[in-house]
């Protein structure tokens, strides 16, 4: 079916996408898109335990499910995707689950690098690189460095992230700049802050998916998702595919923004 339905998408066509609703009719892709969707992609455990397997099998899973929307998104032109892979809180996880995290992150890497590339998919990993062990620190960073000048889907992948950690980050270095006189404090716009932040240069987030009803953004984004949409699907992760996506999608395309504004015929 998945096979049938790519078949139909010719690559990274603009609002030309369809998939199959529930109820067997085709759903377009809508005309409005968001430009960045950032997805917390959460219940992989639960996923796991429903099925009597170890919490690695779900981790394994939603590996899969995110090569299904890394392709939709290539496929509908979306302009940036940012996934929350792996938190600084989640070093708190029993040992065995870090380390089967750890060994995903890398084979993933390792497997998927070329077809990234060829795809023109421009990576950055958001959070502390130096805080992750060597193979993996390695691995992201040469995948940074390969795609870095490519010009297709730009994919942030949050590693070692934290929105707090972040920010902090930031004020750090805006602090520093103002010690070296190359500032003053007075002076820092919204717009120097967000030049440190590790999304610098992209989009603020219009869409934020978090799969498996949990009804919270867990310090994810929290300056880029400032006004985005959020969409709390009850889907776990490894059973997301791009069919709920467009589905999300369609959610989107259905809100008014407002920006802190008024409806345009309420303001006239
Ligand atoms: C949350 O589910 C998910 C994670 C902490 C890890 C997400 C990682 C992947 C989808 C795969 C690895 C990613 C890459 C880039 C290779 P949970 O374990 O908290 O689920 P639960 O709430 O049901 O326990």
Redesign the pocket.
């Known amino acids: 079916m998945l096979q049938k339905l790519t078949g139909l998408l010719t690559k990274r066509p603009r609002n030309a996408g369809v998939a199959p609703r529930d109820d067997g009719a085709r759903l377009a892709l809508p005309e409005k898109l968001p430009r960045h969707v950032g997805i917390?992609?959460?219940?992989?455990?639960?996923?796991?335990?429903n099925r009597g397997l170890p919490?690695s099998a779900?981790?394994?899973?939603?590996?899969e499910?995110?090569r299904d929307i890394i392709q939709a998104c290539d496929d509908w032109g979306i302009y940036a995707l940012s996934?929350?892979?792996?938190?600084t809180e989640?070093w708190a996880?029993p040992k065995d689950?870090v380390g089967t995290?750890m060994g995903?992150?890398l084979?993933?890497?390792q497997s998927?690098i070329d077809e990234l590339d060829a795809k023109g998919a421009v990576i950055r990993i958001i959070g502390d690189v130096d805080g992750l062990p060597d193979k993996q620190r390695d691995v992201v960073n040469r995948a940074m460095e390969r795609t870095r000048d490519n010009d297709g889907l730009r994919l942030n992948?949050a590693?070692n992230y934290g929105g707090h950690a972040e920010l902090t980050r930031a004020a750090r270095r805006l602090a520093a700049r103002c010690v070296a006189g190359e500032m003053k404090p007075e002076d820092i716009a919204e717009a120097d802050v967000e030049n440190e932040l590790y999304t610098a240069g992209l989009p603020p987030v219009d869409l934020l998916i978090r799969t498996?009803g949990?009804i919270r953004t867990s310090n994810f984004l929290p300056w880029q998702a400032a006004y985005a949409e959020m969409v709390f699907n009850p889907i776990?992760?490894?059973d997301y595919n791009r069919e709920v996506f467009l589905r999300d999608l369609h959610e989107y395309a259905s809100r008014d923004r407002r920006f802190g504004g008024v409806k345009k015929e309420e303001g006239q």
């Open positions: 917390i992609m959460d219940g992989n455990g639960r996923w796991a335990q919490r779900g981790h394994a899973a939603g590996t499910a995110l996934i929350y892979a792996f938190s989640n996880r689950e995290l995903l992150i084979r993933y890497f998927e992948i590693l498996s949990e776990l992760w490894p």
